[in-house]
């Protein structure tokens, strides 16, 4: 079964702190993808990557940065955390053709920044 | 930018019943995605559409993409608890960038 996996379902945080969001996918997707979904407001991108070692901002990238050193892993970086920053998070993969099922998303994570 | 207009935002249905979701796009719909959430979950993947007039089904679900590509609806036909969730539509753009959303359709079933 293919999978998008996101290491963390809940963390809490405090403002300040450095917070690594850790994605990994084993559909070997090219573009991956960093969401934020909040009330109101639905899912947002905040960054993107469509190979190893590339990134692009999305709608909301401020506050976040991202590292893909391997094709199968995308990180997303909290530098420092603050309280608007708590949202669930959401990672997805992708295809370069999205083809098929297209967008594949993981579970979530649900950070609290207290 | 693409804008995604979903309707109704809640609906409440008595188990059995079928219902009907709309995704309304500001602009031509090149690729047409509807996803289920749980809620406080991640989102999974229902249906893609991609052609003026296509229709796809799965089990109870339907989803259809207008001629003009720029409405989808999704019908649930004799609805189950199971089908309770939040309904996403999400829109492609050119090249690897990421997927526009609506905000949702919150279902409930009622026993």
């Known amino acids: 079964d293919v999978k998008v996996t996101q290491s963390s379902r809940y963390l809490v945080k405090r403002t300040g702190e450095k917070v690594f969001l850790e994605c990994v996918q084993d559909m070997d997707h090219e573009n991956m993808f960093w969401y934020r979904q909040d009330p109101g407001l639905g899912l947002r991108l905040i960054y993107f990557s469509y190979d190893v070692k590339m990134k692009e901002k999305g709608d909301i990238p401020e506050g976040y940065s991202v590292s893909r050193e391997k094709k199968e892993r995308f990180s997303l970086i909290l530098e420092s955390a603050s309280t608007n920053q708590t949202s669930m998070y959401l990672c997805?993969?992708?295809?370069?053709?999205?083809?098929?099922?297209?967008?594949?998303f993981g579970s979530g994570t649900r950070l609290t920044v207290v | 930018s693409q804008e995604l207009e979903q309707s109704p935002q809640s609906l409440i249905v008595q188990e059995g019943k079928n219902l009907t979701i709309n995704c309304t796009s500001s602009k031509t719909l090149y690729g047409l995605y509807w996803y289920k959430q749980k809620y406080g979950e991640g989102l999974i993947f229902l249906m893609m559409?991609?052609?003026?007039?296509e229709e796809k089904s799965h089990e109870k679900i339907t989803a259809k993409l207008d001629e003009k590509k720029q409405q989808s609806s999704l019908h649930i036909t004799a609805s189950q608890p199971s089908h309770a969730g939040i309904y996403l539509c999400?829109?492609?753009?050119?090249?690897?960038?990421?997927?526009?959303f609506g905000k949702g359709t919150h279902l409930i079933i009622q026993p």
């Open positions: 997805a993969s992708s295809p370069r053709d999205r083809g098929g099922l297209g967008y594949t």
């Open positions: 559409l991609q052609k003026g007039g």
């Open positions: 999400g829109a492609a753009g050119g090249g690897a960038d990421g997927l526009t």
